[in-house]
Structures are given as structure tokens and as C-alpha cells.
T-cell receptor, first 115, second 113 residues
Framework: AQTVTQSQPEMSVQEAETVTLSCTYDTSESNYYLFWYKQPPSRQMILVIR??????QNATENRFSVNFQKAAKSFSLKISDSQLGDTAMYFC????????????FGQGTRLTINP | GAGVSQTPSNKVTEKGKYVELRCDPISGHTALYWYRQSLGQGPEFLIY????????DSGLPNDRFFAVRPEGSVSTLKIQRTERGDSAVYLC???????????FGPGTRLTVT
């Protein structure tokens, strides 16, 4: 079974700073997807960024980028020029390519951006 | 277009009662997932539908939980003889087909008193 671990329960930074959220995972699969989801107080999970394991290049989406280290099974999220609207819970998630393709989530990191 | 919707937004019920939670996926999405999110935790998979059939129900905690999707669109999660431990946010997600991005609804917060 796959497991996802987020070791930072809470983080807090000032607006415009850069912040990095950590995630490690355990799997015996060679092909899979990794995701970062954002969950604001409205509860709706929003996809932030996605990484295919077969791609060596790290994914980027505007201010969001990842550092994917496949051998180390590490998948961190970097948020540049943080904004007040980035305040939310952030979840790292794993999906293997076979079967139901269900998401396996970490415990989450509560990120607060201070003005 | 409309996203995934879930009703009710909040549900309070007494221990031992029966509840139904509804999910309306994005039109045309064939894959539908239910997850349960306990307080302070990440969501956990419950069940996956491909079309009308439950292709994977390995996450259902016990036989008090059941879900249907009779016409391949709307899904209902049914919980019998509710227990206080069932209190959680129940999230629904749909995707165009298996393997595509999952779009989540706002969830139903179930509180069992």
C-alpha cells in the first residue's frame, strides 16, 4: 500500500515570501502521479499542480513549482511571492496508474500567509 | 460550467439514524469517487464508480456504508445505523474518465450526535 507523509503540520510566512512544503511517499510502483491540492475554508479541494513520475522535469504553474526527487521519494511544493489568498490547507497526494486511480492523501499542512 | 455539487452542505443526525448524501458530478464525467475526511486529516478513499458500477469499494469501512449510481450520473452515499465515529466531511469527486484530473465538490459535513 502507498503512504504519503507531510511532516509539517503548520507553516506561517509573510506575504511576498517564498515557502516550501515537504512531502514524502512510499510506493513500490514505478509509474504514478503526484499532486498538490489546496483546501481553503470553503472545503473545496483545488488542484494546484501535478507531476507525472516518468517526467524528469519538475512541474511549474505560475508561482507554484515542485522539486520531485524520485529516488528519494520526495515531492516538495514551492510557493513564490506568496499571497494572502494562498492561506489554506495543502495536501500532497499520490495516484498509481492502475486500478481505480484513487488518490492517497497526506495529513496536510496548514499554511498561513501573514500581511 | 457547473462544478461538482453535493447536498446537503451540512447534516446533523442522531446516533442510529439513516442518512443519504448526494453527489451531482460534472456533466459527462464517467468516473466518480467518494472520500471521507475526518477532522485534521487528509481525505480517505471510500468508493469509485465507473459509469453505473462500483469498480472499487475497498475503502468502505463496513457494511453500514453503501453507495449507488443507478444512471451513471448522480450518486448517493447511504449510511445505516450511524455512529458518532461516522462524523466527518464526505467529499465527492468526478473526472472525465479514469486517470483524468479529479474535480471535487464542497463536501457534506456529517455530524452524528
Amino acid at each position: 500500500a502507498q503512504t504519503v507523509t507531510q511532516s509539517q503540520p503548520e507553516m506561517s510566512v509573510q506575504e511576498a515570501e517564498t515557502v516550501t512544503l515537504s512531502c514524502t511517499y512510499d510506493t513500490s510502483e514505478s509509474n504514478y502521479y503526484l499532486f498538490w491540492y489546496k483546501q481553503p475554508p470553503s472545503r473545496q479541494m483545488i488542484l494546484v499542480i501535478r507531476q507525472e513520475a516518468y517526467k524528469q522535469q519538475n512541474a511549474t504553474e505560475n508561482r507554484f513549482s515542485v522539486n520531485f526527487q524520485k529516488a528519494a521519494k520526495s515531492f516538495s511544493l514551492k510557493i513564490s511571492d506568496s499571497q494572502l489568498g494562498d492561506t489554506a490547507m495543502y495536501f500532497c497526494a499520490f495516484m498509481k496508474l492502475e486500478g481505480a486511480q484513487k488518490l492517497v492523501f497526506g495529513q496536510g499542512t496548514r499554511l498561513t500567509i501573514n500581511p | 460550467g457547473a462544478g461538482v455539487s453535493q447536498t446537503p452542505s451540512n447534516k446533523v443526525t442522531e446516533k442510529g439514524k439513516y442518512v443519504e448524501l448526494r453527489c451531482d458530478p460534472i456533466s459527462g464525467h464517467t468516473a466518480l469517487y467518494w472520500y471521507r475526511q475526518s477532522l485534521g486529516q487528509g481525505p480517505e478513499f471510500l468508493i469509485y464508480f465507473q459509469g453505473t458500477g462500483a469498480a472499487d469499494d475497498s475503502g468502505l469501512p463496513n457494511d453500514r456504508f453503501f453507495a449507488v449510481r443507478p444512471e451513471g450520473s448522480v450518486s448517493t452515499l447511504k449510511i445505516q445505523r450511524t455512529e458518532r465515529g461516522d462524523s466527518a466531511v464526505y467529499l465527492c469527486a468526478s473526472s472525465l474518465f479514469r486517470g483524468n484530473e479529479q474535480y471535487f465538490g464542497p463536501g457534506t459535513r456529517l455530524t452524528v450526535t
